[in-house]
């Protein structure tokens, strides 16, 4: 099929409907630089708007922008599916699952790649794991809701969230640094380590400008960056994502005595295109510009029908 219009969903409902917008808007203008007629649309909840604004600009591939519940997390893709519309990213089921983290966990776990400790709680239950600790929500991105709760902290999140869910996710708190590895097709791009003054890598520190500094590669022995690099790969697949994924681990180095540790946090289905995004950078570091980059996802576009 030869490609020449692409609609960019963008927007959106979700908590992350700021940087989604900032995703689409830097991907369509990538997308024009790559030859082709783009289309942004701002994708709210309603799927009959959806379905009307596709039909509309008549794509020959959508270019999900979208970040979060509704367009992250297997809905949006359904809609496409029976629409019959190829698009980015990866499939219905490959989304729900990520989207899921706890389910995500299992699956993991299973095919024994590493997670950290933890267990689903009720809004109101106590959580049962020592501090330190993280409570996050189930199914949200860009680390909305998520907490860290260090000896002496006297909030209850648990009690009273910030977000629409009767469950939360409670993990072990794992020291040591941040890393996120970027998946293309079936090989991983590479691993880069995020530092932030802020002491974690919250959504202040994610988007805003300065909030953080990216090390391209990140400074590990050989060993441990291919394993990070494997793992990446691995998680991609035993989840059946499609495309670009990046999946986000931490390095636990902070044992004296004991080897450093690799632990998979979560795999991004849609990663941030924005101007501070990860993926573009290593994408980069390959030798692969943003224009080269959203080319590549929009000729593996596909849908399941």
Avoid at 66 to 76: I, K, P
Avoid at 93 to 98: I, P, V
Avoid at 253 to 275: F, H, K, S, Y
Wanted: charged share 25%; net charge negative.
């Amino acid at each position: 099929m030869s490609i020449k219009r692409v609609t960019v969903l963008m927007g959106g409902a979700s908590a992350e409907r700021e940087v989604s917008l900032r995703s689409g808007r830097a991907a369509g203008s990538a997308l024009e630089k790559a030859g082709y007629a783009v289309t942004l649309v701002d994708a709210g909840r309603d799927p009959h708007e959806l379905v009307r604004a596709v039909e509309e600009t008549q794509p020959d591939v959508v270019f999900n922008a979208l970040h979060g519940r509704f367009g992250e997390d297997g809905c949006v893709q359904g809609v496409l599916n029976l629409m019959g519309v190829p698009y980015t990213h990866s499939g219905l089921l490959a989304s729900a699952a990520a989207m899921d983290k706890a389910f995500a966990r299992r699956l993991f776990e299973t095919a024994g790649i590493p997670v950290a400790k933890g267990c689903v709680v009720r809004k109101g239950e106590a959580s049962p794991l020592p501090r330190p600790h993280v409570v996050k929500p189930l199914n949200e991105g860009s680390s909305v809701g998520v907490y860290i709760l260090m000896e002496g902290d006297s909030r209850d999140p648990l009690k009273d969230w910030p977000f629409e869910s009767d469950e939360v996710l409670v993990e072990e708190f794992i020291p040591g640094r941040e890393l996120t590895a970027a998946v293309m097709g079936d090989k991983a791009l590479g691993v880069l380590e995020i530092t932030s003054d802020r002491g974690f890598y919250d959504y202040e520190a994610k988007y805003a400008p300065g909030g953080s500094r990216h090390i391209m590669p990140a400074p590990l022995p050989a060993s441990d960056y291919a394993e990070a690099c494997r793992l990446a790969v691995e998680s991609h697949r035993v989840l059946g994502c499609r495309g670009v994924s990046r999946t986000d681990l931490r390095y636990d180095d902070t044992r004296p005595g004991q080897p450093p540790r690799l632990i998979v946090l979560e795999v991004n289905t849609q990663p941030g295109m924005t101007a501070t995004s990860l993926v573009p950078e290593m994408a980069a570091h390959t030798g692969i510009d943003f224009p080269a980059l959203v080319r590549w996802m929009v000729e593996e576009a596909r849908c399941d029908a």
